[in-house]
Every structure is written in C-alpha cells, then in structure tokens.
C-alpha cells in the first residue's frame, strides 16, 4: 500500500454549481411528489433480466440446443450480462435502485453472480471514477497500459497509431480480463493504480474468494463437465467477449470522445482547474438521449452527464431531469456535450483513439 500517494483536490467556491444544481434537481422531484430512487419498472426489469440470465445458463448447459441456436444464445446471454451490470448492479452500488438499503445492497450483489467481486467495483468505480473523472494517474478507466493511449498526459508510442483500428479485439477481452486478472492484481496488490485500497473486512476476503469459486464453478467446471471442452470454450469465449464489448464501448464512448476534457491537477497546490460539478460536466458526453431502447437497454448509461452529477438517483428518472441540467450548463456557459446516436459517438470514440495515437 503506497504511503505517499496524494489525491488531487477539488477547489472549494461560494454558490457552486454543485449546490445551484442540486437545488434546482432536487426540487424537481419534491414538487411532483417523486422518489428519486427505483421505481416499478425498474424492478420488473431486473426481475425480466435476472430471470432470462438463469433461463439461458441453464437451457445452453443441460439441455443442448442445436448448434446455431446456442450460438445465438451465447451472445444473448453476453448482452444479458452485460444489462444486468448497466441496470441492477449499477443502480445498486449508488444506492439509487431502491429506497430499501437492503434491496440496493442485494442488487450491488448481483455484480457477483457474474464473476465480479464487488468491493473492487465499488472502489474503482464509485470512489475513484466518478470523482476523479479523466485525471490520469487516478481514474482506473482510462488507464489500459502500453496498449492503448486514453489521455494527452500519456506516453505516445508508436504501435498507438493504429489504436483505433485494434481497439474493438481489446475490448471483447475486458469482461474475461476483469474477472480472471484485475480483481486478482487488485487484491493482492491492494491498491487500483497508485491509490490504496480502503482496509478489507475479514468478510470482504470472505466473500472475494466464495465469488470467485462461484464463478469458476458456474462458468467453467459444470459447462466442461457437461459440455465437453471444445463446446464450452467455444461458448464461454462468445458470452465473454460479447459481454466485454458491450461494457468497454458503452462506458468509454461516455468519457474518451473528442470534446471531453481530460484536467489535469497543479503541481503546487495539487487543485485541479474546475469545482467538481464542472469537472464532471466537462470529462462527460451523452449519447442518444432521444432513445427510449437504448436507454432501456444500457440502465440510463446514455445520460452520462446526469449520472455523473447525481449518481443517487436512479436512471429512470434521467430523462426528466436531463432538461434541467441543459439549462443550468446555458447560464453557466458550460458545453452540455451529447451525441444524437450510438453510432456517432462510437464514430466520435474512434476519431479520439485515432488522434491519440498520432498526435502529442
């Protein structure tokens, strides 16, 4: 654990836009009487997603299907996987699926039905990503190593410039990455990065080893046992990077697109440039906000400006409050940055990887 990692500070300012947001949200949902947490058709979603995981896990491994279809079911489940992350884990680890502590907590939990250990998730993405948003040498999401340059503040080398090109196989690999590699280079390194770990209970080691047992029972052993070897790989491999994918472009086109800035700290004070609304606003892009499938789909991962601002809130509501943070950035003359479709902000994705990879 390193002892002299210092976290970047965010400069404290009178009347903060924070706060004026906030206000401004928050009445929102007292004048018209809402919760700002989950809601019915939230839950039916999880219940739906949950319930069509189980049924494809055990329709592909004891009974069988011809060949095509399970092929066609490996890359649902993939995307099933994935969803149940967007929707149900997402939303519980902010504490924003359900008013009950108890029901967020079981849906944070649903993060170790699919192989990952949720201390880890909750450190890496609650703690450190969604404060420190693009400040390299912090947030873990942009840092991919020599493979891939995610900031200007990183080293440039020269396999980078075909970046843009090879990053949908890099991709694919996250989900298979994160399961059998980071969460055990988190742990026993116990840190993420250069920051430390917060001390794990005796049944957070509980729980990180009965997770990954689990998994490896689950996912591995039974499938082989019944499946035979060449069958499961062939399958695991489809779920796997089907699921990577879909988590890796969906999160990174929400922060490494072409107008998102990437603050840097000073050297003196160590205060980075902006006040935290700020600095979310401006390391943050939406993306096709008018889709009710997509946002269905991703668990309101569209509306990346709202979820950075208001992670207590539960996605459904991201739409409606969306209008009252465009006008708030207006008079704060701060850029709201949104892509209309899914295609032109991977398009504006792959224009950020490109110009990474052949400029300083």
């Given at each position: 654990m390193?002892?002299t ?5 965010f ?17 929102y ?6 919760n700002?947490?989950?809601?019915g058709?939230?839950?039916f979603?999880?219940?739906?997603l949950i319930?069509?995981f189980?049924a ?5 491994v ?13 890359v649902?489940?993939?995307?099933v ?7 149900v ?6 504490g924003?699926f ?6 967020n907590k079981?849906?944070a939990?649903s ?9 880890m ?15 390299d040498g912090?947030?873990?999401d ?16 020269k396999?980078?410039k075909f ?6 196989f ?15 280079k988190?742990y026993?390194?116990?840190?993420i990065?250069e920051v430390?770990?917060?001390k794990?209970?005796p ?13 490896a ?9 019944y ?5 499961w790989?062939?399958g695991?491999i489809i ?11 969906v ?5 490494t697109?072409e ?11 160590h ?15 939406n ?8 946002s ?18 539960s ?14 950035c ?9 892509y209309?479709t ?9 224009r950020?990887l490109r ?5 300083d």
């Amino acid at each position: 654990m390193s002892s002299t990692y210092i976290s970047p500070k965010f400069p404290v300012v009178k009347d903060s836009l924070h706060s004026e947001l906030r206000k401004r949200v928050y009445k929102y949902f007292t004048d018209n009487k809402i919760n700002p947490t989950g809601n019915g058709n939230l839950f039916f979603k999880a219940a739906l997603l949950i319930s069509v995981f189980a049924a494809l896990y055990i329709h592909l491994v004891f009974f069988q299907p011809i060949w095509f279809v399970s092929l066609f079911e490996c890359v649902v489940l993939g995307g099933v996987i994935a969803a149940i992350g967007f929707n149900v884990m997402h939303d519980g680890s902010h504490g924003s699926f359900s008013e009950s502590k108890f029901m967020n907590k079981i849906a944070a939990h649903s993060i170790s039905m699919l192989g990952a250990n949720h201390f880890m998730w909750n450190m890496k993405h609650n703690m450190i990503h969604h404060t420190f948003t693009n400040v390299d040498g912090v947030d873990d999401d942009i840092e991919i190593g020599i493979l891939m340059r995610m900031a200007p503040t990183q080293k440039r080398l020269k396999g980078h410039k075909f970046q843009h090109i090879y990053f949908w196989f890099l991709y694919m690999l996250l989900y298979i990455f994160w399961i059998f590699y980071t969460d055990y280079k988190k742990y026993f390194a116990q840190k993420i990065g250069e920051v430390p770990l917060k001390k794990m209970s005796p049944t957070d080691h509980i729980m990180f080893w009965v997770v990954k047992i689990y998994h490896a029972a689950v996912f591995v052993v039974i499938p082989i046992y019944y499946l035979g070897w060449a069958s499961w790989l062939i399958g695991f491999i489809i779920i796997t990077f089907f699921a990577g994918f879909v988590l890796s472009i969906v999160f990174q086109r929400a922060h490494t697109v072409e107008q998102t800035e990437f603050p840097v700290a000073s050297i003196e004070e160590h205060k980075l440039p902006d006040e935290f609304a700020a600095h979310q606003i401006k390391t943050t892009a939406n993306f096709a906000t008018k889709s009710k499938l997509v946002s269905w789909l991703v668990g309101g991962l569209n509306f990346q400006i709202e979820h950075h601002l208001f992670p207590k809130i539960s996605h459904v509501h991201y739409p409606a409050i969306s209008n009252i943070i465009r006008s708030v950035c207006k008079e704060y003359q701060l850029q709201y940055i949104e892509y209309p479709t899914t295609r032109k902000a991977i398009a504006a994705h792959v224009r950020f990887l490109r110009q990474m990879g052949r400029y300083d």
